[in-house]
């Protein structure tokens, strides 16, 4: 009888080991065959009680906002660098891998880069050497602990009609100002890796539209490197197919794929803003957790079958405590996108991304 019960304690000891160790795995432990897995962050959460979390979960990180041009560099003589610093070197730390985001956009771009004292648009000349500056003084500065820059974040319009969007940086430099920052990013760090940043590049038009910038930089040889498909999806795009096909089109190219701003919606894809609705209704029901699950094991079983080509995952925010999705583009109306709720417990989705044989 003593003997069935020592067996009988052995084996629950065990069954509870197993299953606290299995606890303290995190994604980067599933994935540590495949890719790095990543989230975007701020300074708040490198200097709170999420640091733990990220450390389970992560093995590489992205600076939310605090490297965007308009909170780094908000003034032509003035860097703010004090955010992205304690990120990096957070990162230093914990041996956590960093990408860059990023350096040239439309948005999030302070006025003093486009305009002269008088408020003039200045010249593509006086433009780009502003550029050049800008990304000389924040590339060199994380040279050899930023591993990764997104160069240029959504350049193709959203007009499927247009290839390139009719931002400043086109209208005073066209195509140039896209040719200049990859130059000017690898001249700053030769051995960082360099991406074109977009979403929806699962949509055919869309897809087809950045495939043929691409294709027009690595013809002119500019060291254009990696794209990185921003992941921006809902439970409702993209297909399986759509997902493969963008991947294979890339690579097809000789780029490195990376999903760098995952997340997925339980809504539809909306990008103007609109007043909310009685269909805008914010509940997460069970139906869409398991239609939320089925996308996220979708596409991470795509991901596994294209580990040659996918270089790493970055998740865009923690939990669903916070997401940019919550009242965006709908002000007052919740979102869950993550794989964790608001109280940092595992969703299904979490579970239908890990359980896969290793």
């Not at 985001?101 to 305009?115: M, S, V």
């Not at 193709?156 to 140039?176: A, K, P, V």
């Not at 490197?225 to 297909?239: C, D, F, K, N, R």
């Not at 909310?276 to 869409?288: F, G, P, R, V």
Request: hydrophobic fraction near 40%; aromatic fraction near 14%; charge should be positive.
């Amino acid at each position: 009888m003593k003997r069935k019960l020592f067996l009988l304690t052995t084996f629950i000891v065990r069954i509870l080991w197993h299953a606290d160790a299995q606890n303290k795995l995190g994604l980067k432990d599933y994935y540590k065959n495949y890719f790095p897995i990543g989230v975007a962050v701020s300074a708040k959460n490198i200097m709170s009680s999420d640091t733990t979390f990220i450390l389970t979960q992560f093995n590489s990180v992205t600076p939310e906002n605090a490297m965007k041009m308009g909170s780094i560099h908000p003034k032509e003589n003035e860097y703010n660098f004090k955010e992205a610093d304690a990120i990096v070197d957070f990162a230093q730390r914990h041996h956590l891998k960093v990408r860059g985001h990023n350096l040239c956009w439309h948005e999030q771009t302070p006025d003093w880069i486009f305009t002269d004292n008088e408020g003039n648009l200045v010249s593509k000349t006086e433009l780009l050497k502003r550029l050049k500056d800008h990304i000389f003084a924040v590339v060199k500065r994380y040279k050899g602990k930023v591993y990764a820059w997104d160069v240029v974040n959504e350049a193709i319009d959203d007009n499927s009609t247009h290839l390139l969007r009719n931002s400043l940086w086109y209208q005073i430099c066209g195509m140039d100002y896209i040719i200049k920052a990859f130059e000017y990013a690898h001249e700053a760090d030769p051995n960082a890796i360099l991406f074109y940043n977009d979403y929806n590049t699962e949509r055919p038009e869309k897809r087809a539209r950045v495939f043929q910038l691409l294709k027009q930089l690595k013809a002119l040889h500019v060291p254009v490197m990696a794209v990185g498909l921003q992941g921006h999806w809902s439970i409702y795009e993209p297909t399986q197919t759509a997902l493969q096909t963008t991947i294979q089109c890339f690579t097809a190219l000789g780029l490195q794929v990376q999903i760098t701003e995952l997340d997925i919606s339980i809504y539809h894809w909306e990008k103007n803003i609109r007043t909310k609705t009685n269909t805008d209704i914010d509940t997460y029901t069970a139906a869409l957790e398991n239609k939320q699950a089925q996308q996220y094991k979708m596409a991470f079983n795509l991901f596994r079958q294209n580990k040659k080509n996918i270089t790493g995952i970055t998740f865009w925010n923690l939990t669903d405590k916070y997401t940019w999705l919550d009242h965006y583009p709908i002000p007052g109306r919740k979102n869950y996108p993550l794989l964790f709720n608001a109280n940092y417990q595992p969703k299904k989705a979490y579970w239908d991304v890990v359980n896969f044989k290793q």
